[in-house]
């Protein structure tokens, strides 16, 4: 790793992996529909219709989740840029600023996020932070501009 690298991982904090997510739901479809199973050999042949119906909609949750569950942003202080990288449903937007010229706008209000600005463009970064915690992270990036 280049020793003049600084960086900072912001990620969402997620209890499954979608690989975890996706055995998890094959767990599930197996338990409903031995479930559904057993009562349509009792002669409730509607349930497994209604089971069906239930894990197309947990499908459709588990799906929503996996897809923003890689969430995240990487704020890369290198030899003469700052480079971001927002990461949001597989789509990754890269900005790259010269560090000399980069900004920290003070936040609008308590808890918004922190704005980085250079050469009439600008990116908010901090979304997987906690409000109270975003002052400190643009201290830090500061402060690294001005050392690093």
């Not at 057993?38 to 219709?49: P, R």
């Not at 290198?78 to 010229?101: H, K, N, P, S, Y």
């Not at 900004?103 to 600008?122: D, F, K, Q, T, V």
């Amino acid at each position: 790793m280049d020793d003049d690298l600084t960086q900072w991982r912001l990620k969402r904090n997620c209890s499954l992996t979608p690989q975890q997510a996706g055995w998890f739901f094959l767990l599930l479809c197996a338990l409903s529909m031995s479930v559904g199973l057993f009562f349509w050999l009792q002669g409730a042949t509607l349930v497994l219709a209604f089971t069906a119906l239930e894990l197309a909609a947990v499908a459709i949750a588990f799906l929503l989740y996996a897809r923003h569950a890689a969430d995240g942003e990487c704020i890369r202080l290198e030899r003469e840029r700052l480079v971001i990288e927002l990461e949001t449903a597989g789509q990754l937007q890269r900005t790259e600023f010269a560090r000399d010229w980069v900004r920290i706008a003070p936040p609008a209000r308590h808890g918004s996020l922190i704005e980085l600005c250079a050469g009439g463009r600008s990116v908010k970064v901090g979304r997987y932070l906690r409000a109270e915690l975003r002052p400190v992270l643009a201290r830090e990036i500061r402060q690294a501009l001005r050392t690093t």
